[in-house]
């Protein structure tokens, strides 16, 4: 980290829980935007810096969007809150909410087995959706496209990430 380009001995610091022995120790740890960078270059991205995009359901077509509607509405089913509703103030942040969970579903399946509660859950609402096994097939079509367009669109992994990431490797072998 201390080597990316976009990332300040300050940032260095903070991300990494080094004390400065200063009174702004407790400030920086606790301030999303002066650890962001440390941690998107951590994570691979090559503008530490740069503007972060979240996940779209637009990514999946517009051939998708009926389906996406009915495996939300499937999935929230139990949603009583207008704001959340079709058409609430708060529906865009349920949508940006189900692209990430949907983006990170195949993840969370690796991580957690089917067997999980609430993979099950996911799973229970996209096969009422789809239909048996299609549904699981589709979140991971789904999954995979999400991931995709939003490493494209927040260039995470680049080129020149992967030199870096070569470097430190051939440092950490060497020592």
């Known amino acids: 980290m201390s080597i990316h380009k976009d990332v300040t001995f300050t940032e260095v610091l903070t991300r990494g829980g080094w004390s400065s022995g200063t009174n702004m120790d407790t400030y920086r740890v606790c301030t999303t935007a002066a650890t962001l960078p440390g941690a998107k270059a951590l ?15 637009a990514a999946l077509g517009e051939h998708a969007r009926d389906d996406v509607e009915k495996f939300m509405l499937q999935l929230f089913s139990r949603n009583h809150i207008p704001l959340f509703q079709k058409g609430g103030a708060l529906w865009p942040l349920l949508q940006t909410c189900t692209a990430t969970m949907i ?8 991580d957690l087995n089917l067997s999980h509660p609430l993979v099950q859950k996911i799973n229970a609402a996209a096969e009422a959706t789809f239909g048996g096994a299609l549904g699981r097939t589709t979140l991971n079509i789904w999954s995979k496209t999400l991931k995709e367009n939003f490493n494209q669109q927040n260039l995470v992994g680049t080129a020149s990430h992967q030199g870096m990431q070569d470097m430190l490797q051939t440092l950490l072998v060497e020592n």
């Open 43 to 57: 994570s691979g991205w090559a503008d530490a810096r740069g503007q972060v995009h979240t996940p779209q359901l």
């Open 103 to 110: 983006m990170y579903y195949r993840d969370v399946v690796g």
